[in-house]
């Protein structure tokens, strides 16, 4: 029968174990949502974002991506890299600055046909100072980011 010094020792043992760091999810989503529901490919196709239709959904990297259409749900599906936003849809900002953050779907720009989303106004005018930069850097920094 284990004695509560045996008990102590193992766990002592344990507690010593270096901690593993939980990483974040390669997609950022909000209840299992890709960029808040709205459809990636809309900022392409129609220059902006418009919220996708929960009933013309997908997944994809273990996101729920929606729809507006069926047209742009089969465009995602013949090429999700294409329309998909760069570092996972999270804040292209904090990431060139080697952290992350939730987006604002309605803070974004297209970069050499990339799709970026930004967090807020703020996060967006540091972006603006130096785009290029700011992808150069994010770009580094990604994925390690999100095991930090």
């Given at each position: 029968?284990?004695?509560?010094?045996?008990?102590?020792?193992?766990?002592?043992?344990?507690?010593?174990?270096?901690?593993?760091?939980?990483?974040?999810?390669?997609?950022?989503?909000?209840?299992g949502a890709a960029i808040l529901g709205f459809d990636t490919?809309?900022?392409f196709a129609n220059g902006g974002p418009i919220a996708g239709?929960?009933?013309?959904?997908?997944?994809?990297?273990?996101a729920v991506w929606r729809f507006a259409s069926d047209a742009?749900?089969?465009?995602?599906?013949?090429?999700?890299?294409?329309?998909?936003?760069?570092?996972?849809?999270?804040?292209?900002?904090?990431?060139?600055?080697?952290?992350?953050?939730?987006?604002?779907?309605?803070?974004?720009?297209?970069?050499?046909?990339?799709?970026?989303?930004?967090?807020?106004?703020?996060?967006?005018?540091?972006?603006?100072?130096?785009?290029?930069?700011?992808?150069?850097?994010?770009?580094?920094?990604?994925?390690?980011?999100?095991?930090?």
């Amino acid at each position: 029968m284990p004695t509560r010094r045996n008990i102590l020792a193992g766990l002592g043992a344990f507690a010593l174990a270096p901690a593993a760091r939980a990483a974040s999810p390669m997609i950022f989503t909000d209840q299992g949502a890709a960029i808040l529901g709205f459809d990636t490919v809309s900022y392409f196709a129609n220059g902006g974002p418009i919220a996708g239709n929960p009933e013309n959904a997908l997944m994809w990297k273990d996101a729920v991506w929606r729809f507006a259409s069926d047209a742009n749900r089969e465009a995602f599906e013949a090429n999700p890299r294409a329309y998909a936003p760069q570092f996972g849809g999270y804040c292209a900002y904090a990431v060139s600055q080697g952290f992350l953050t939730t987006t604002d779907p309605k803070i974004w720009h297209i970069v050499n046909g990339k799709l970026y989303l930004i967090h807020s106004h703020p996060m967006d005018r540091e972006w603006m100072r130096d785009p290029e930069a700011n992808i150069v850097r994010a770009e580094a920094n990604w994925p390690s980011v999100l095991y930090g």
